[in-house]
């Protein structure tokens, strides 16, 4: 235990309090050195670096508004429709909650995709912050889960029909996959039972370990220290009188101020929604769910809400001339890997029939399998990214230029992929889909030998930093 | 006895042994006592998580509310489609004209499956012809498509339209993924769906009522 120690006499009575209280309680005074006043963090932080504390603010935003909703909704198929209508036309106030909520969801997804891409940008998922984005990687899944179960709650058409073919996703799995639907559902059908198991999940189950993978997030991030923009390391470089990094600067009150701002742009446009487009044109609220659930009639043209759809685009994307085009790749694959590998006879082997393997269960199970398969894996193969990333520096300043140009295709097939997803099915959309769903698994795929090639700049000693 | 002497014998009461223990090496006596505690421990854990687990299945309620439902069906027009509601899905009930017939014979080569040989929703061997149902006219589906669970709408239309082919016949086009099947359920071929629709259990009570979910008993 810490030495006990004794306020100077006649201090204030602030001041007794106190040492009143780190002498009871010197975790929490520990904790706001380590995390606040004497965590060092880069000095070159640009806007991109907001997206990470607004992500913090829009889940509490979700958590506080989510307490006060429960207090009116109800969980049941029979009455939950007409509860978020009281909500919204009874409750004092509770519109106002209601549409921080829904609004709060689709922000959530806005801030975390672009918080996100500047790990990409900067490669702040390289050693030593695997685990930062693997905790963050999960937080993604975490949101994902959150969104999808809380989509069900007000039992309109899209959410039911939404959760109708999600679950029925489990559904393509070889096998075990209709008692695995049967057993998410709780019925036969998506019904009562299925509504109150995902409010359960919605408001307590994946909230709890949310929070605590934020937690580890944070602890991770704080123990390893903040990537930059230039992606240099500012621990290499420090004062040797303090200990202090050269470029670094106390988080709290540097970048807690400078945070305020960011708050502040992002609450203008956050509340601008609220007030004036809650809807957002159908994009954060869909009109079709404003009609109660009807399980025997299916919306005209449903599709999920926007965060979803490049994902959604894959899922649908994977016919059978698709799946046939992976058979392609696959033997493409094993046949460079056997002539320009370099491998021993021994794993050559090995790799023809994992090879074989992959294309036989290709061929045995169903597109519709196939397609969840990718679906998933669009996201699952995000875990990996520090392992596939093999470029010498990190961040994307002093990539090739041809590097830059492939993170924006990226960008642009992911945001095509986005919007086909939302759009009903047609054959160049189809296409379309296919070829983005194809460059999106490349991108990573063949990271490992793509992300060596190219003239890669001098990466400085010190983060660039030009002060105001 | 001083004071430093009764502190070291407190400690050694207290923590004393484990330190002994730890210089001497492991006590293997106790390593094995721990890992037996710490296997029933998770062997309890488990079996804790059995019941909660389960607690997911449905309940006895929902496994009771399947009971087969009857339709009258003597309003039915050709051309006409109603739908009935068999534990919590809907089922189709379609009296087909005679054209309409008469197409299902010329698109099979269009269709993934357009004898219903596939197991994954076995049709009933009374449905097991040409019409996929009882009587020639009388259509009985589930209206599920088989990829993941929409209810495709009724496209009875021929002729080019939308997000359907030039010589389209009638049929169902299902909003959510674009399959689209004949008006006998039939899955059209390089469609996410991979199966025709389901042919539920059915059987003619009387000439214009349907008893849905059961098959006729001998």
């Known amino acids: ?25 010197p975790t929490a005074f520990d904790a706001y050195k380590v995390h606040m006043s004497e965590y060092y963090a880069p000095k070159n932080f640009n806007a991109w670096y907001f997206f990470g504390s607004l992500a913090l603010m829009v889940l509490v935003i979700q958590i506080v508004t989510g307490i006060f909703l429960v207090m009116h909704y109800k969980p049941d198929a029979a009455l939950a429709f007409a509860s978020v209508e009281y909500i919204m036309r009874d409750v004092p106030w509770g519109w106002l909650v209601r549409y921080m909520h829904s609004t709060g969801a689709s922000a959530f997804f806005v801030v975390v995709y672009l918080h996100m891409f500047r790990g990409l940008l900067y490669g702040s998922y390289r050693k030593p912050r695997e685990l930062v984005w693997i905790f963050g990687c999960a937080i993604f899944l975490c949101l994902m889960g959150e969104a999808f179960f809380g989509y ?18 489990f559904a393509a799995v070889p096998f075990v996959g209709d008692d695995l639907a049967l057993l998410i559902r709780g019925d036969y059908v998506v019904s009562d039972a299925t509504l109150n198991r995902f409010f359960s999940f919605h408001v307590i189950a994946i909230p709890l370990v949310l929070l605590g993978l934020v937690v580890a997030h944070l602890l991770a991030l704080h123990d390893v220290g903040s990537n930059n923009p230039d992606g240099v390391e500012i621990k290499a470089k420090k004062d040797p009188r303090t200990g ?33 487009a809650p809807e957002l044109g159908g994009y954060f609220l869909e009109y079709n769910n404003f009609i109660p659930a009807n399980p025997l009639q299916t919306p005209a043209h449903i599709a999920p809400v926007w965060y979803f759809t490049p994902y959604y685009s894959m899922l649908r994307a994977t016919t059978d001339p698709m799946v046939n085009v992976f058979v392609g790749l696959t033997a493409l694959g094993t046949l460079v890997a056997l002539l320009k590998g370099g491998f021993s006879g021994m794993v050559k082997g090995a790799i023809v029939v994992a090879g074989l393997v992959i294309i036989l269960l290709l061929k045995t199970f169903d597109a519709k399998f196939w397609g969840v398969v990718v ?30 140009i ?63 | 006895m001083s004071d430093s002497a009764a502190a070291l014998t407190a400690g050694d009461r207290g923590r004393g042994p484990v330190s002994v223990d730890k210089a001497a090496g492991v006590d293997s006596g106790r390593r094995t006592w721990i890992a037996l505690t710490c ?23 929902a ?50 499956d357009p004898n219903s040989d596939r197991k994954a929703y076995p049709t009933p061997p009374y449905a097991k012809n040409e019409h996929r149902s009882i009587k020639p006219e009388i259509f009985v589906g589930v209206g599920i498509c ?69 098959d006729k008993k001998a």
């Not at chain 1, 810490?2 to 009871?24: D, H, I, M, Y």
């Open chain 1, 1 to 25: 235990m810490a030495e006990f120690k004794e306020a100077p006499a006649g201090a204030s009575l602030a001041v007794k309090l106190t040492t009143w209280t780190e002498n009871r309680f």
């Open chain 1, 152 to 169: 069900l709650l007000p039992w309109g058409q899209m959410s039911y029909w939404g959760a109708q073919v999600i679950v029925n996703l």
């Open chain 1, 244 to 276: 202090i990094p050269l470029d670094g600067i106390p988080f709290h009150p540097y970048y807690t101020v400078h945070d305020m701002i960011g708050v502040g742009v992002f609450l203008m446009i956050f509340t601008a929604i609220i007030f004036f």
């Open chain 1, 375 to 404: 679906m998933g894996g669009a996201v699952v193969i995000l875990f990996a990214l520090p392992w596939l990333d093999r470029s010498p520096v990190k961040s994307i300043r002093y990539r090739p230029g041809w590097h830059k």
């Open chain 1, 406 to 468: 492939m993170l924006g295709i990226f960008v642009i097939f992911f945001v095509v992929l986005g919007y086909l997803g939302i759009q009903p099915v047609s054959d160049i959309g189809t296409l379309l889909a296919q070829i983005g769903t194809i460059f999106y698994f490349g991108f990573f795929v063949l990271m490992p030998w793509w992300s060596q090639i190219g003239e890669f700049k001098a990466v400085p000693d010190r983060v660039t930093f030009h002060p105001h």
């Open chain 2, 39 to 61: 296997g029933a421990g998770a062997v309890g854990g488990l079996a804790t998580a059995v019941p909660l687990v389960s607690s997911f299945a449905p309940s006895e309620r």
């Open chain 2, 63 to 112: 496994k009771a509310a399947g009971a087969p439902v009857q339709v009258d069906i003597s309003a039915l027009k050709p051309g006409e489609k109603l739908t009935a509601e068999w534990r919590g899905k809907p089922v189709w009930i379609m009296r087909r004209t005679p054209e309409q017939l008469a197409s299902l014979k010329l698109i099979d080569s269009q269709l993934a």
């Open chain 2, 146 to 214: 088989s990829h993941l669970g929409c209810s495709p709408i009724d496209r009875f239309q021929p002729g080019a339209q939308p997000s359907l082919p030039d010589d389209w016949h009638g049929g169902y086009l299902c909003p959510c993924h674009g399959s689209t099947f004949d008006l006998a359920g039939r899955v059209f071929k390089n469609k996410p769906a991979p199966d025709n629709l389901e042919v539920p259990p059915h059987f003619y009570v009387s000439d214009s009522v349907i008893l849905i979910g059961e």
